[in-house]
């Protein structure tokens, strides 16, 4: 007779090791398919889990991923099996333990009546997105009866009363023995066929369409400091070869750009990591550039109601506390200009001026996150024995 464990949710789990499924909808650009992924890899190489991911768009993920063929659909890549996922034309495969639907996506109707045949229910959780604002942690782990199944709400979150951030074992040792190291950090940019301008303050650019980049081009073209800026590819690119003129060399006045090919998951670590100041967009990337521990600009997935900027004060209100007023009303007022909630300019002199305060208190900050027990490990835990 086959034994069974008790899991947090209340029905039994196999004695043998739970198989995961996620599932992912690619809805625009990258950040779905880099979430999943990220988790995907951990669950894997830290706690040993069979996990099969299933993604409707395979190019992202082989943006993501080195050597994934985006004409296969079925393949395996460091211990993970990626599944294209066409719609609801499903196929009959066996239901996992561990359901995941990432980010609302809706299962496929075939695949939740299997969940709903099995005579052990698959713990079943949607994983939302990111958000700083107050209800998060109210309605995080609320379930969601979907008879005879039970579906659970899984919030990331910035607090020990959610379920806390992608952070895999080791990353900030790797992040530290980088930063302390100008050899490995000289090597990282031969990689990239780059040599940043000696003396300059390094920047890394990566975000989505927004009008105020030539503003910013603009400024960083005329500050004593010089700029060396990378940009990886994407939309902005051609935004910012725009801006310098068909056939010109991507310099102007104190301000350099390096263009960059779209970087796999590990070689943009290391970008932010080498980086003085990080631009970036979306989820995936920000979560990034917090653990890279240097200061940063986040450019919010825009919405069209405009509900992304309720997310981002929430965000600005708790990475703001314990910078001193007039520290926190430059961050502030930059951070609301990049993402347009307002349509002056970005204040880069002021900007600039507060980098090193930034820098601290960003320090601070991350102090209080790594004490807080990650994503992976608090799925992992949710459904684990109670």
């Known amino acids: 007779m086959q034994k069974f464990r008790f ?26 398919a880099a979430v999943t992924w ?14 099969r991911l299933w993604i409707d768009h395979l190019q992202p993920l082989a943006a993501l991923c080195p050597g994934l063929d985006p004409a296969l659909p079925a393949q395996r890549r460091l211990g993970v099996d990626i599944c294209l996922w066409r719609g609801d034309d499903f196929p009959a495969v066996e239901v996992a333990d561990i359901v995941i639907e990432a980010f609302a996506c809706e299962l496929p109707t075939r695949y ?25 942690a109210g309605c995080h782990t609320l379930p969601s009866p979907h008879p005879p199944l ?26 530290d023995a980088f930063q302390s190291s100008p050899t490995m950090q000289a090597a990282f940019w031969r990689q990239l066929n780059c040599q ?41 690119t051609a935004s910012a070869g725009t801006w310098f003129g068909a056939g010109k060399a991507w310099r102007c006045g104190n301000l350099t750009v390096q263009p960059l090919p779209f970087l796999a998951q590990d070689d ?9 100041l990080n631009f970036v967009r979306g989820e995936d990337s920000f979560v990034r550039a917090l653990w890279a521990g240097r200061p940063l600009a986040w450019h919010i997935y825009p919405q069209d109601d405009a ?66 027990t990650d994503l992976a490990t608090n799925l992992v835990k949710f459904v684990s024995i109670g």
């Open 196 to 236: 940043p301008t000696a003396q300059a303050l390094k920047v890394s650019l990566f975000g989505y369409d927004n009008p105020q980049l030539n503003k910013l081009l603009q400024a960083w073209s005329q500050t004593p400091t010089p700029i060396w800026c990378a940009l990886p590819q994407s939309i902005l």
């Open 112 to 136: 939740v009546a299997a969940m709903a045949a099995r005579p052990i229910k698959p713990r079943w959780l949607n994983l939302e997105y990111l958000s700083a604002e107050d209800w998060v």
């Open 7 to 32: 899991s947090l949710i209340g029905s039994p789990l196999p004695e043998r090791a739970p198989r995961w499924d996620i599932f992912c909808a690619v809805i625009d650009h990258y950040g779905d």
């Open 307 to 372: 509900a992304h900027h309720a997310k981002l004060q929430a965000l600005l209100d708790i990475y703001s506390p314990g910078l001193d007023t007039p520290c926190a009303e430059i961050l502030r007022e930059f951070w609301l200009s990049w993402n347009r909630v307002h349509d002056h300019a970005p204040d880069w002199p002021a900007w600039q001026a507060i980098l090193p305060a930034l820098r601290r208190h960003h320090q601070t900050w991350l102090a209080q996150l790594t004490a807080q």
């Open 268 to 276: 943009y670590d290391y970008l932010l990591w080498a980086c003085d």
């Open 150 to 175: 039970a579906k659970h709400f899984f919030f990331p979150g910035f607090t020990s009363s959610t379920g806390g951030l992608l952070r895999e074992s080791g990353l900030l040792e790797r992040r």
């Open 38 to 51: 990220r988790l995907a890899r951990q669950l894997v190489a830290e706690h040993g889990i069979t996990v």
